[in-house]
C-alpha cells in the first residue's frame, strides 16, 4: 500500500504569514496529534487542554498556528522557533503513536475500577506467527504488572475482554484511519471513567498492519518491534497520556526497541492504580546459581557477596536461580507477582539478553531481547497474568558474552527473588 502521510509537509520552511497547501499539511499534523482544536480528540474521547492556543485559519500560517507549533517544538525538545524548520520537520517524519499529545501525561481519575483486567484478540498480525503475538503482547503486559497491582489474562473475544487488540489497515471504522507503512504505528483508547460502564472500544489497541511487525531482537532493517509498541499501547489502554519526558516509553515517537519502563512511566502508572500489592516475598542469594554450560565459562567464583562468572569469548549461557516457593500460606494460595534481580555485568560485552520464569516445569513469563548491561540492582520482571502458585518458582536468564578482556566478559549475580500476591 502507498503511503497517505498527507498530513507531513514535505519541505521546511514555512513561517509566519505564509499560505497555501503545506500550511494546510502543517495544520493537519497539528490537530492530528492534539495541538489544535480537531474533531480527533473526541474520536480519541479525550479533552484537550488547548484553551491558550488560538483557532487557526485553514490554510494560513496565523498566530494560532505559530503557537501550536511552538507547543509542538516544545514537548519534543526541540527550539521554540514557531518556524517550520529543518529539525521540527525532521522529527515530524519519525514514525509515532498515533495518540494525540496532551498537556497533562496522566488523566486523573480515568481508570479501570478492578485489577483483573482481561485481553484477547480480534484479528492478528500477518506479519509473525499468532503465538509469538501472543507472547510479545504478554511480555508487553508484564511490564505494567511489574509496577502496579493489575494483572492481565487473556480470553476469548466471546468473554468480552477490557482490551479489544486488533491488527488492521487503513479506515477500520473508528475515525481514526492508518496511514500506511511508516507514520503512525499504533493506537489505543483511554479507559472509562468510572463509575461510567466502558464503552466498547474503551481499552482497546489497535496496531497498523501496514507496518512491518517483528519480535527478534535487533529488529531487520524497517521492522517495528510489537513488544515496545504495545507496551506503550497498553500505557494508553490504562489511563497513560504521552509523556514528554525523553526515554519515557510513554514519550510519543518510536525510536527503536524500549522493552523498560522508564522511571517517568513508573510513577504514572502508580500514580492511577498504586504500587503492587506483596502478600510475601522470598529471596536467595547469588551464590546458589547454577549454570547451564560449565564448559563455556572461563571462571567462576563464589564470593560472600555474589557470583562473579567470565564467559569465553563469543558465547551465550543460561544461569538458574530456583526460589523458595511459599505455594500455600495459612491455607492460603499465593499468586506470582514480579521476580527480581540483583546483578552487573562489567561492560557491554557480558549482556543479560532473556530472563524466563517457570512454575514448575511451566513456562509463565518471557522477556526476550531485554539486552541489558552495567549495574541492575533491583530489576524487575513481570508475569502479566499473576497466575496461582503451583509446584515452585524458577528463574533462567539468558546471557551472551562478547569479546574483548576477561574483566570485560564478567558479570556478578548476587541475589534474586520474588513477590507473591495475596
Ligand atoms: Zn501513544
Ligand atoms: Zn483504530
Known amino acids: 500500500m502507498a503511503n497517505q502521510q498527507d498530513f507531513i509537509p514535505t519541505a521546511a520552511g514555512l513561517a509566519a504569514g505564509a499560505k497555501g497547501a503545506e500550511v494546510e499539511r502543517l495544520q493537519t499534523y497539528l490537530k492530528k496529534f492534539g495541538y489544535l482544536e480537531s474533531p480527533v480528540a473526541e474520536s480519541f ?93 504478554a511480555q508487553a503486559f508484564a511490564l505494567w504488572s511489574a509496577v ?65 511487525w517483528t519480535i527478534a531482537i535487533p529488529p531487520a532493517a524497517g521492522k517495528i518491534d510489537l513488544v515496545t509498541v504495545a507496551a506503550h499501547e497498553f500505557g494508553h489502554s490504562l489511563g497513560l497520556g504521552h509523556s514528554a519526558v525523553a526515554g519515557a516509553l510513554m514519550a510519543p515517537f518510536y525510536a527503536g526497541p524500549h522493552r523498560f519502563l522508564h522511571s517517568d512511566d513508573i510513577a504514572g502508572i502508580q500514580s492511577i492504580y498504586g504500587g503492587s500489592f506483596i502478600a510475601h516475598a522470598m529471596w536467595v542469594h547469588g551464590t546458589s546459581i547454577q549454570i547451564e554450560l560449565p564448559e563455556q565459562i572461563e571462571s567462576v567464583r563464589r564470593l560472600g557477596f555474589y557470583t562473579r562468572i567470565v564467559g569465553k569469548p563469543n558465547t551465550t549461557n543460561w544461569f538458574h536461580f530456583a526460589i523458595p516457593t511459599p505455594v500455600i500460606v ?50 524487575r520482571f513481570g508475569v502479566a497474568h499473576c497466575p496461582d502458585v503451583l509446584w515452585g518458582l524458577g528463574i533462567s536468564i539468558g546471557v551472551t558474552f562478547g569479546g574483548g578482556t576477561a574483566n570485560q566478559r564478567s558479570m556478578d549475580f548476587i541475589a534474586a527473588g520474588c513477590d507473591f500476591r495475596p
Open 45 to 137: 474521547r479525550i479533552n484537550t487542554v488547548l484553551a491558550s492556543i488560538p483557532a487557526a485559519e485553514k490554510g494560513t500560517f496565523d498566530e494560532g498556528t505559530m503557537q501550536a507549533l511552538k507547543r509542538f517544538q516544545t514537548f519534543n525538545h526541540l527550539p521554540a522557533t514557531g518556524v517550520l524548520d529543518e529539525a521540527t520537520l525532521a522529527h515530524m517524519k519519525l514514525p509515532r503513536c498515533g495518540f494525540p499529545d496532551l498537556g497533562e501525561f496522566t488523566n486523573t481519575g480515568r481508570k479501570w475500577p478492578g485489577t483483573n483486567l482481561t485481553y484477547g484478540f480480534q484479528e492478528f498480525s500477518l506479519d509473525i506467527p499468532a503465538a509469538q503475538v501472543i507472547e510479545a503482547t
Open 148 to 212: 502496579t497491582p493489575l494483572c492481565f489474562r487473556r480470553v476469548a473475544l466471546s468473554a468480552n475482554p477490557n482490551i479489544i487488540i486488533r491488527f488492521v489497515s487503513g479506515d477500520h471504522g473508528d475515525g481514526n484511519a492508518f496511514d500506511g507503512p511508516s507514520g503512525v504505528l499504533a493506537h489505543a483508547f483511554f479507559p472509562p471513567f468510572p463509575p461510567n460502564p466502558p464503552e466498547p472500544i474503551q481499552g482497546d489497541a489497535h496496531f497498523d498492519e501496514d507496518e512491518n
Open 330 to 379: 495459612d491455607n492460603d494460595r499465593k499468586q506470582v507477582g514480579p521476580i527480581i534481580l540483583r546483578f552487573r555485568t562489567l561492560s557491554a560485552n557480558a549482556v543479560v539478553r532473556d530472563v524466563h520464569i517457570y512454575d514448575g516445569e511451566a513456562r509463565i513469563a518471557a522477556h526476550n531481547g531485554v539486552n541489558l548491561s552495567g549495574d541492575h540492582f533491583f530489576e
